[in-house]
């Protein structure tokens, strides 16, 4: 009697206590981060709202806070949560880390891996032993990767593929290579047959060795990180059609960042096999290659102190790297003379780049003004000094105005073109002696089933975006095109086995973005367009492209009438794009002549490397060229995601807890931005569309049974 008095006659006070009541709430920081907090009222008609948080009181808009379910805390799949939300998300990712549970699960065929930046005991070799053997069902990269081995051999679901995506630092590297380890620990343990059990050891002992070689070629120090790598990688498992053992494997190579060879930003490096082969080199070798001398001797390292690579806090140790490498090139049949030729290779690319050049003022000609280190090159690269010295100092040659010589820019574009040609060559040799151990001859007769790993470069938005960033941006739009389509289809097959109707749901959807780039008289043929003009310029490509792509949403033009940028709405954001050189990138031309002087070297190693390797033919030292890096990448990519269609996928996302690559720091904006930028928040709001509530049997019947009919 009392209660209904109060609540019916004094309506105004129950109100004030009612409002009063203090309430576990999420908020968004004005720093960008969710936190918790306690809602202590609302005021100003519920459009701010009080918050404490520990021992300070803060107002903030009433529809920057969330309501609290602390059940969804516990969630080791996002998918389950009862609230399906960005605030509660990045919480339970951050309790997880906060534990060392740095795996998250978002659904069956997605996993969240939070880079530790320090070893964790959930990645140790027990706990891969607990996977192995089906002893835990806690969310990991290798439950992914056992997750597509059952599908593949036991439900017979067809090939596989594992998508690992990420920003820089983010831990795509070391996630690739615990994945390569589990799967051929994981076929080892179906078969019983000795000679099969030892060739799939053999296949994954050298996958694991394949790594110190590949990094020191491929990994360079960046700004985000300390072993990036700057290329990516597909690496294809092939195993028994029957008894499911690990037989061969290859490797594929896309879109190496060539221009670190001879230019890296301020406080990054380049690759690492220079700094271990100047710190590992014998005296011997260091004399013969041409008196070699420290990373600061050389225009294109670029060292400083502060510069130096770091593991856990401490200085690699380059000589024990090296090392590495030259056992690892044993291993891979590379042999004594290969090995010459290699590290020739590689001091005449410091040799080269370490001449510079000046202007002749009476003809306004290049002059070579230190010519010693491209003799030393020359001597190491075993061709015609005078030759390559005209490479570099001739634009072009004609029959009808015979030689014309190139400024200094000119010559020095020219000397770059040879190095980077050199480097490329180079690694794609090394990975051609790896997959030539990886294959395995014996094997081929026999129907393999595969597993596709994929580690692609994450979305870059540098200070100054250029062609390779539109390269690598449009690699991840196609990737995450395919994302889309997988989350879109399991969400209509989850409503159909929970015999829902769904009413509305949208296809997420970056077509626009994808035909803006690689459509007819889109981007990339634009420039194809530009660079097939002998006159072709970076303002005429930009001023096209205005003209010819101003109609798609996802175009932005600039407000500035200089033809200098364009803008592209990316799924990640919008981001501005400079065309200084774009069109020189694109051609990424050698002159023809430089072709036949490296193909004449009487190092056959040197003369097969890449682009010198089928030299020219008679006739063709004025050939203009037929494939640009633009047409070529976008075919192998092409071809890549037709593959890829053909599989059936898992992805992994990767994720950098913070900036500053500090272990045990979990910066929630930081989070939040990549979660966004790889399609993790797009795929909650799809889910919201569809069929928002999602609580399990168990969990709805916790919640609600003080108010569940009784009969």
Known sequence: FFFFFFFFFDLPFSCFLVTQMAEMVFYLHPDGDWRTGMKLDSHDGAKKTTIQDGKHQLSVPGDHTHPFH????????????????????????????EKSQHYTAMGAGIMLSVNPYTPSPCDSKDAMQQHLLETTSSPHS????????????????????????????????????????????????????????????QINT????????????????????ENSSRFGKLTRLLFHGTSGVLMAASMETYLLEKSRVVKQLPGELNYHIFYQFLAGATPEQRKAYGNLGRPEDYRCLHQRSNDVRSQSGRPVDLKAEFKDVVAAM?????????????????????????????????????????????????????????GLQSTVLEKARSRHTGVIYATAAEAEDSR????????????????????????NASFAVIAPKEILLLDMFGFEACQLNSFEQLCINYANEALQHHYNE??????????????????????PTNRRCLDLIQEKRGVLAVLD?????????????????????????AFGRPKSTTPTTFTIHHYAGPLEYHTRDWVDKNRDTLQPYAISVIHASADPCVAGLGVFREGLQSGEVHRRPTHTVASRFRQQLLSLMDELGRTEPQFIRCIKPNDLKHPHHFHGPVVQSQLTACGVL??????????????????????????????
């Open 682 to 711: 797009q795929t909650i709001a799809m889910k919201l569309q569809g069929y928002p509530v999602r609580i399990p049997h168990a969990a709805m019947w916790q919640r609600f049974r003080l108010i569940a009919p009784r009969h």
């Open 142 to 201: 290798w439950r992914i990767a056992h997750m597509a081995y059952h599908r593949l051999m036991i439900e017979n679901h067809g090939n596989q593929s594992i998508l690992i995506s990420g920003v820089s630092g983010a831990g795509k590297t070391e996630t690739a290579k615990m994945l390569v380890e589990y799967l051929g620990a994981l076929s080892e343990l179906h078969t019983h047959h000795p000679i099969q059990r030892v060739d799939a050891r």
């Open 330 to 386: 044993v291993l891979f049949n590379i042999t004594d003379t290969e090995q010459d030729s290699i590290f020739r290779v590689l001091a005449a690319i410091l040799h080269l780049q370490n001449f510079q050049f000046a202007t002749d003022q009476a003809t306004g000609k290049a002059r070579i003004e230190n010519v010693a280190p491209l003799q030393t090159a020359a001597s190491l690269l075993q061709v015609d000094f005078e």
């Open 70 to 97: 602390p059940e969804d805390l516990r969630c080791v799949d996002l998918l389950r949560m009862t609230d399906l939300h960005a605030a509660p998300l990045l919480h339970c990712i951050k309790l997880r880390f």
């Open 529 to 553: 367009e530009e660079a097939a003009f002998k006159l072709g310029s970076d303002e005429g490509f930009t001023q096209k492209v205005w003209e010819s792509c101003e109609g798609n949403p």
């Open 416 to 439: 770059d073109a040879i190095s980077k040609a050199l480097y490329l060559g180079l690694f794609e040799s090394i990975v051609g002696k790896v997959n030539g151990v990886l294959s």
């Open 486 to 507: 997988y989350t879109f289809e399991q969400e209509r097959l989850e409503a159909r086995a929970e015999q829902i109707t769904l009413q509305h749901l949208d296809r």
């Open 206 to 225: 050298a996958l694991q060795a394949a790594n110190p070689i590949l990094e020191a070629f491929g990994n360079a120090k960046t700004v985000a990180n």
